[in-house]
């Protein structure tokens, strides 16, 4: 009777063991990296220019992940829509759409008229891939005349993985 007691309590004790181990598994969780990225600059009227970006970015997680959403950012442009300096167009603006209406109207806005939003969406990454992506108007220069050339690139700029859905 001893025996089979003791039997029971390390066979439950044993258990319990399992379990806390197979509890405090380490989750797998996605991780993705920028391998490469490139800024060019594109001239989009005849005193206006903008900043796009292309580049690749793989899956170094232990999952697959899903609704990447890629951005680029300048990080001393300023907010302001001024000639002669590299500025950003952001959703956060005080101007109307009347406003952007009126900008692209005099000026032009490059490929997508009133598209002021500069992050790209990749629906799926497969652990251990790479896939493409490719983003516009990151950042913006008017010249104050038509046979002026735009200021240099920023040299602040950076592509940043927004956010991303871990696929189950």
């Known amino acids: 009777m001893k025996s089979?007691?003791?039997f029971l309590l390390l066979t439950i004790c044993l258990s319990m063991v399992v379990l806390c181990l197979i509890s405090c598994e380490k989750k797998k969780e996605g991780k993705l990296e920028v391998m490469e990225h490139s800024f060019t600059l594109r001239q989009f009227s005849d005193n206006g220019w903008a900043i796009d970006a292309t580049g690749k970015i793989r899956n170094v997680g232990d999952v697959?992940?899903?609704r990447v959403a890629v951005t680029g950012r300048c990080l001393n442009c300023v907010d302001v829509w001024v000639p002669?300096?590299?500025f950003v167009a952001t959703e956060q603006e005080d101007i109307t759409v009347t406003d952007k209406e009126a900008v692209v109207k005099s000026i032009g806005s490059g490929e997508e008229a009133l598209h002021f939003d500069q992050v790209d969406s990749i629906s799926y990454i497969a652990t251990g891939n790479e896939e493409d992506f490719s983003l516009k108007e990151i950042a913006y220069f008017y010249t104050p005349s038509v046979d002026s050339e735009p200021d240099p690139m920023p040299d602040s700029l950076e592509?940043?993985?927004?956010s991303f859905e871990v696929v189950d």
């Open 4 to 6: 089979r007691s003791r």
């Open 159 to 162: 592509i940043e993985i927004k």
């Open 64 to 66: 697959d992940v899903k």
């Open 84 to 86: 002669g300096k590299w």
